[in-house]
């Protein structure tokens, strides 16, 4: 039985830990409650907002419609010689379900370890860390489409991945919920050991031949040196996107900063560390009113205690107007600005 609560706190539904509150709220257990919601006219044209965890908006005032929060469940799995599908529910806490699959065996999930987030949220912004992104893993997912109330499978192909992009968040951006996600893994480890940082912190641990469960742990760890904890300090990750810029301009800059951290992004193209930008204008670990930025990791906005969403938004915006006025490079938002 679906149960639409109204003027409620979203405080405990995002991990900046910002106060505002959802006109309505309903919470989906499984696919049938999003069929029942959406076939009422009333709700169908209702302004919303689809979260599961919270971990990648920010809300810069009270949402004044229905916020349809995804809790679907469920993680099953079965094998086809070396290589193991899990299938999981939007709703399941990204984190678990990667140390399900390492606790089994089932490689390639490792180096997405302790990324906040659930399973539904993944697709849409193609999450990404120390070399491997949700599309080198992604299978399928199956989505339900507002308007027809179908559900409806799409592939790898299908889902059009980009870095911190895909097809949910451009052409078909709020028509789709997702409802679960399957996964391709092996049980055969092919490990992404590439990044610096993971082969660094194994040469410390003095580990040279590492199992998928060692990886895991090397990853949490960085990721516990560098970001801040959402469930002490609020915050949504990366708060900007590293900007890919054409060669000839990063050529420019590179003449006045030799030290610029850059990767290759295809021809013609370079892309930039955003926390490298940032922190060369002065903003690493410096706190404005009851936000700021990551003492570790200048990318990451944090939220000090009591910030509000708009003091929050008003700091990006300082930010991108420095790195614009001093290197002539627009950031752009990663996170989902509600407003
Ligand atoms: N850097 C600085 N100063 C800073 C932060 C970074 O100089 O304050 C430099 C670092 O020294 C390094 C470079 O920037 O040379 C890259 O930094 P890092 O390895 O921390 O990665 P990132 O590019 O800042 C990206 C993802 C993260 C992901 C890490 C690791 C984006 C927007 N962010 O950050 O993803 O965990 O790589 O793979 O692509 C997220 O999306 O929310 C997120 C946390």
Avoid at 182 to 206: C, D, H, M, W
Avoid at 225 to 243: A, C, Q, R, V
Avoid at 298 to 314: C, D, I, K, P
Wanted: aromatic share 10%.
């Amino acid at each position: 039985m679906l149960q639409i609560q109204e003027n409620v706190s979203l405080k405990p539904y995002n991990t900046f830990g910002i106060e505002a509150k959802a006109r309505y709220f309903v919470e989906i257990n499984e696919e049938q409650d999003l069929v029942s919601l959406f076939s009422d006219a009333q709700w169908h044209a209702f302004e919303r907002l689809v979260i599961g965890g919270g971990s990648n908006m920010l809300l810069v005032t009270d949402f004044n419609g229905l916020v349809v929060r995804l809790n679907i469940q469920g993680i099953s799995d079965y094998a086809e010689g070396d290589t193991v599908f899990v299938e999981a529910g939007a709703g399941e806490v990204w984190n678990d379900l990667v140390n399900f699959c390492v606790d089994n065996g089932f490689a390639g999930m490792e180096n997405l370890s302790l990324i906040p987030g659930s399973v539904g949220a993944s697709p849409i912004q193609n999450i990404g860390a120390y070399g491997v992104e949700l599309k080198d893993v992604f299978e399928s997912c199956r989505a339900f489409e507002i308007a027809t109330q179908q559900f409806k499978t799409f592939s790898k192909e299908d889902c059009q991945f980009g870095y911190r992009e895909s097809v949910f968040k451009s052409a078909l951006r709020g028509q789709y919920i997702i409802v679960s996600v399957k996964f391709r893994l092996s049980v055969t480890p092919r490990l992404n050991l590439s990044y610096g940082a993971i082969e660094q912190e194994l040469a410390n641990r003095g580990i040279s031949n590492p199992t998928i469960k060692e990886v895991s742990q090397v990853v949490a760890a960085i990721r516990v040196s560098k970001l801040p904890d959402p469930s002490t300090i609020g915050n949504s990750g990366s708060f900007f996107k590293n900007p890919v810029i054409p060669q000839a301009q990063f050529e420019s800059i590179y003449k006045s900063y030799p030290a610029i951290a850059n990767y290759p992004a295809g021809e013609g193209y370079v892309k930039l560390a955003a926390g490298w930008l940032i922190e060369q204008c002065g903003w690493k670990g410096k706190t404005i009113g009851h936000t700021g930025t990551w003492k570790n990791q200048a990318l990451v906005l944090v939220n000090h205690g009591g910030a509000t969403g708009q003091e929050v938004y008003s700091l990006s915006s300082q930010i991108i107007d420095s790195v614009y006025t001093k290197f002539g490079v627009m950031l752009e938002r990663e996170v989902n600005i509600i407003q």
